[in-house]
């Protein structure tokens, strides 16, 4: 197939399971079609046992298109910017000390706890040893929230306005935090296995000042990048003052494409450039002088790229089970199992230590730390950066399909059971 037809089908399937999803099952919407397209690759997989072509012709599609690459380098920057043009500005600022601790302290904290477990617990079940620094590549793969699954869901959760900007704030900028921390991680490990450089000029050296410049370029170069481009947007939309209002949309597209493209030659994190870019750009919590500056054409066709975008996301996550349904054995659902437990523990423990020591000075909702816990959704970034681990001929192919497989478990239970509870446990 190729990319016309690639899109063409893809559309086509979130137009039918969305108006499946609202007659018939009536879930939210990012569960309800994450569900009918796994149902739907589960019952291919089932009759390719009978009829092998139906599973042939299903897997030339799936690998008709590369998941990683268009997440990471297409829909990605689009989600996030279309994401943070919805938050209250003035209520993120004032929440802005632990949304920061939460983004990057628990992010970290988390990404340790799950490698160190990982690293004790897996060997046990596979009787085979993992290096702890692919541990640690899977720790800050699966601890960042993700904040496609995340916005949608405290949308519509009924939580208090303080609560749902800690959510959203935290899931929006602690995945860009968890993108470089993977990326950091992902160079340590290309050192050890001594790997050469794109120059060919020996193996990359990693001490701990280059690790922190890695990390410092990456954060501050995307978080800086991102105020820039969204200044400057934010003033042409306030000089176009809704006159020409295709060519706001115009506008915010290009900041969106080119913003993207430059943190990528650059080397900083394109997704916390979009992220402050949508904040500047967006008009919750402005002045009424100030927030008209930005059209409301300009919002309601971000809201359906969102809404599209989102649609077609989370049928590719579903349709994806069939990238590991070889993996379906007795150990590696059982490692799927105790991985999402160590990274619910992980979550728990991240979240905990912050809000515990922020209570102090700070007053936060009851059980904050619970609803932080179980509605801290892991997403399509998570598969992705797992899938981008088959580019690298170093890492051993069976450490590739544990990280995998054990990836999609947890994002499939995130998505499935605590995105379909988590309701239930606001209520009570």
Same mark, same amino acid.
């Given at each position: 197939?190729?990319?016309?037809?690639?899109?063409?089908?893809?559309?086509?399937?979130?137009?039918?399971?969305?108006?499946?999803?609202?007659?018939?099952?009536?879930?939210?919407?990012?569960?309800?079609?994450?569900?009918?397209?796994?149902?739907?690759?589960?019952?291919?997989?089932?009759?390719?046992?009978?009829?092998?072509?139906?599973?042939?012709?299903?897997?030339?599609?799936?690998?008709?298109?590369?998941?990683?690459?268009?997440?990471?380098?297409?829909?990605?920057?689009?989600?996030?910017?279309?994401?943070?043009?919805?938050?209250?500005?003035?209520?993120?600022?004032?929440?802005?000390?632990?949304?920061?601790?939460?983004?990057?302290?628990?992010?970290?904290?988390?990404?340790?706890?799950?490698?160190?477990?990982?690293?004790?617990?897996?060997?046990?079940?596979?009787?085979?040893?993992?290096?702890?620094?692919?541990?640690?590549?899977?720790?800050?793969?699966?601890?960042?929230?993700?904040?496609?699954?995340?916005?949608?869901?405290?949308?519509?959760?009924?939580?208090?306005?303080?609560?749902?900007?800690?959510?959203?704030?935290?899931?929006?900028?602690?995945?860009?935090?968890?993108?470089?921390?993977?990326?950091?991680?992902?160079?340590?490990?290309?050192?050890?296995?001594?790997?050469?450089?794109?120059?060919?000029?020996?193996?990359?050296?990693? =001490?701990?000042? @280059?690790?922190?410049?890695? /990390?410092?370029?990456?954060? !501050?170069?995307? *978080?800086?990048? &991102?105020? +820039?481009? #969204?200044?400057?947007?934010?003033?042409?939309?306030?000089?176009?003052?809704?006159?020409?209002?295709?060519?706001?949309?115009?506008?915010?597209?290009?900041?969106?494409?080119?913003?993207?493209?430059?943190?990528?030659?650059?080397?900083?994190?394109?997704?916390?450039?979009?992220?402050?870019?949508?904040?500047?750009?967006?008009?919750?919590?402005?002045?009424?002088?100030?927030?008209?500056?930005?059209?409301?054409?300009?919002?309601?066709?971000?809201?359906?790229?969102?809404?599209?975008?989102?649609?077609?996301?989370?049928?590719?996550?579903?349709?994806?089970?069939?990238?590991?349904?070889?993996?379906?054995?007795?150990?590696?659902?059982?490692?799927?199992?105790?991985?999402?437990?160590?990274?619910?523990?992980?979550?728990?423990?991240?979240?905990?230590?912050?809000? =515990?020591?922020? @209570?102090?000075?700070?007053? /936060?909702?009851?059980?904050? !730390?619970?609803? *932080?816990?179980? &509605?801290? +959704?892991? #997403?399509?970034?998570?598969?992705?950066?797992?899938?981008?681990?088959?580019?690298?001929?170093?890492?051993?192919?069976?450490?590739?399909?544990?990280?995998?497989?054990?990836?999609?478990?947890?994002?499939?239970?995130?998505?499935?059971?605590?995105?379909?509870?988590?309701?239930?446990?606001?209520?009570?």
């Amino acid at each position: 197939m190729n990319t016309l037809e690639l899109i063409t089908f893809l559309i086509f399937l979130a137009a039918a399971f969305t108006l499946i999803n609202i007659t018939v099952l009536k879930l939210p919407s990012t569960i309800g079609l994450m569900f009918i397209a796994l149902m739907m690759s589960i019952t291919i997989l089932v009759l390719g046992r009978f009829f092998p072509s139906i599973t042939e012709v299903a897997e030339h599609i799936i690998e008709g298109f590369d998941f990683e690459e268009v997440l990471m380098d297409v829909m990605l920057n689009f989600l996030l910017f279309a994401g943070a043009l919805s938050i209250n500005l003035t209520k993120l600022m004032e929440e802005r000390l632990p949304i920061f601790i939460l983004a990057i302290g628990s992010t970290l904290m988390s990404t340790f706890i799950v490698g160190f477990l990982v690293f004790y617990i897996f060997p046990l079940i596979t009787g085979t040893p993992i290096d702890l620094i692919y541990c640690l590549l899977f720790g800050a793969l699966i601890s960042p929230t993700d904040p496609i699954a995340v916005l949608a869901l405290v949308k519509k959760a009924g939580l208090s306005k303080k609560l749902e900007i800690k959510i959203a704030g935290e899931s929006l900028f602690n995945d860009g935090v968890g993108v470089v921390v993977f990326l950091t991680i992902l160079s340590i490990a290309k050192a050890q296995a001594g790997v050469h450089d794109s120059g060919g000029h020996g193996s990359v050296e990693i =001490t701990t000042g @280059s690790v922190v410049l890695l /990390f410092g370029k990456e954060v !501050i170069g995307g *978080l800086g990048l &991102g105020a +820039l481009f #969204g200044f400057a947007g934010f003033k042409l939309l306030d000089f176009i003052d809704n006159d020409h209002v295709e060519l706001e949309v115009l506008i915010t597209l290009t900041l969106v494409m080119v913003g993207g493209r430059l943190a990528e030659l650059l080397h900083v994190s394109a997704p916390l450039a979009m992220v402050v870019m949508g904040l500047f750009i967006g008009n919750e919590g402005r002045d009424e002088k100030l927030a008209n500056a930005t059209g409301e054409y300009v919002f309601k066709f971000w809201h359906l790229l969102d809404e599209a975008l989102n649609a077609i996301l989370f049928i590719l996550i579903g349709l994806e089970i069939m990238v590991i349904a070889d993996s379906f054995v007795t150990n590696n659902l059982i490692i799927g199992g105790i991985g999402i437990v160590i990274v619910l523990i992980a979550r728990f423990i991240g979240v905990s230590i912050p809000v =515990t020591i922020l @209570s102090i000075f700070r007053t /936060f909702e009851p059980k904050t !730390i619970q609803i *932080l816990t179980w &509605g801290g +959704l892991r #997403g399509g970034i998570s598969v992705a950066l797992a899938l981008s681990l088959s580019n690298f001929a170093w890492i051993d192919a069976s450490v590739k399909e544990t990280i995998l497989f054990t990836t999609y478990c947890v994002v499939v239970f995130s998505i499935l059971v605590q995105g379909l509870t988590i309701g239930a446990l606001l209520k009570k």
